[in-house]
């Protein structure tokens, strides 16, 4: 039994639809290397309303009713909330989005196939600066919420990038950072503050509520700063809410997955595999890819561990250990990402 951390009710609830992905690749799984290994994965999501206090409060319960060899989480808030007990309940868990710098300590059980978010618009800030040579420093602004420890940690941690790393060498500087509501209705008088400091560039760090209310506020204010987020905050799903991607022309998404923009891929080809005969849920696009990237490494590992020690003898430790010290190829994460290694330093390739 692999249980899944989803929201189906809170911040996150139009994103975790297209999750679903990671379900029908276990469902591939099992037809395929499953079967081989005498091993049949059942998923069961359970909705947490991405509240670290109600993953809290559920854990246990999953424990007792599923207890599981791995689980598949959904972001920031589970993290949180289970990343110094799961050790204890011998129990990995997989994540789709970048890690979170809070994570980045020895020995942990959470695993994802990207790097920390913090890496990602890091390199995402050194590309923008390298585009916009006359602009010396580059003026990074901060939108986000301290609503989630997440995203507290991503401003933090480029924050501190920005003063220790790029500022001593005059190419970039913070001017400013606004916190909003995770909901927010109206972002207005913070987006003010921004085009007020001057600018050159804004993380919008967010969700989908969050990224239009910013798309609201600089039209507002005739202002047309670019944004820098993960594709599952900002474009992607606003230009299908919108039925185009006009109103986000020069704002920009960073990701360490294949883009959903190429239809040659290996991973295009696998999606399509998965929509012929496994009750995809979702259309091509960032988010279904980012589910088919947790679904993928989750599958690979509990393979990985059951060819180490048999089928009959798979437990949570067996598959954390396969996950700490393994290796998991381009092709076995089918050209979704590139070949992945891990250790017990970091839960992150």
């Given amino acids: 039994m692999v249980p899944a951390l989803a929201d189906f009710s809170g911040p996150f609830a139009d994103?975790?639809?297209?999750?679903?992905?990671?379900?029908?690749?276990?469902?591939?799984?099992?037809?395929?290397?499953g079967k081989k290994?005498?091993?049949k994965l059942?998923?069961?999501?359970y909705d947490t309303r991405y509240d670290g206090t109600v993953v809290a409060s559920m854990w246990p319960g999953i424990l007792s009713e599923m207890k599981p060899v791995i689980a598949?989480?959904?972001?920031?808030?589970?993290?949180?909330?289970?990343?110094?007990?799961?050790?204890?309940?011998?129990?990995?868990v997989t994540y789709a989005p970048p890690?979170?710098?809070?994570?980045?300590?020895?020995?942990?059980?959470?695993?994802?196939?990207?790097?920390?978010?913090?890496?990602?618009?890091a390199t995402a800030l050194r590309w923008f600066i390298d585009q916009n040579p006359g602009k010396r420093p580059v003026r990074v602004a901060f939108m986000s919420t301290q609503v989630s420890p997440a995203f507290v940690d991503i401003v933090k941690g480029l924050t501190h990038y920005v003063k220790t790393v790029l500022e001593p060498k005059g190419l970039a500087t913070v001017v400013a950072t606004e916190w909003i509501e995770i909901q927010p209705v109206d972002v207005s008088t913070q987006m003010k503050t921004i085009i007020d400091a001057k600018a050159d560039v804004l993380f919008g760090i967010s969700n989908t509520t969050m990224a239009a209310a910013q798309l609201r506020a600089q039209q507002l204010h005739g202002s047309k700063i670019p944004t820098i987020a993960a594709p599952w905050h900002t474009i992607w799903p606003l230009a299908t809410a919108q039925k185009t991607y006009v109103p986000w022309e020069g704002h920009m998404t960073v990701t360490g997955l294949v883009s959903f923009a190429e239809r040659d891929s290996r991973a295009f080809k696998f999606y399509q595999e998965l929509s012929k005969g496994y009750g995809l849920p979702a259309d091509w696009n960032p988010l279904s890819l980012l589910g088919i990237s947790q679904g993928l490494l989750t599958v690979r590992a509990v393979e990985h561990a059951a060819r180490k020690v048999g089928a009959a003898k798979l437990t949570g430790e067996a598959v954390y250990e396969a996950l700490?010290?393994?290796s998991f190829t381009e092709e076995e994460m089918m050209g979704v990402t590139s070949s992945l290694s891990f250790n017990k330093e970091a839960p992150f390739p």
Wanted: a positive charge; hydrophobic letters at 35%.
């Fill in 37 to 39: 290994l005498g091993i």
């Fill in 72 to 92: 598949m989480g959904l972001g920031g808030a589970d993290q949180a909330a289970l990343q110094q007990r799961l050790a204890r309940d011998k129990v990995p």
């Fill in 42 to 45: 059942t998923v069961k999501d």
């Fill in 324 to 326: 700490a010290t393994g």
């Fill in 99 to 121: 890690a979170y710098g809070y994570g980045w300590l020895p020995n942990q059980w959470v695993f994802g196939p990207r790097a920390t978010y913090g890496h990602e618009y």
């Fill in 15 to 33: 994103l975790t639809k297209q999750l679903q992905t990671r379900n029908a690749v276990v469902r591939w799984w099992n037809d395929n290397e």
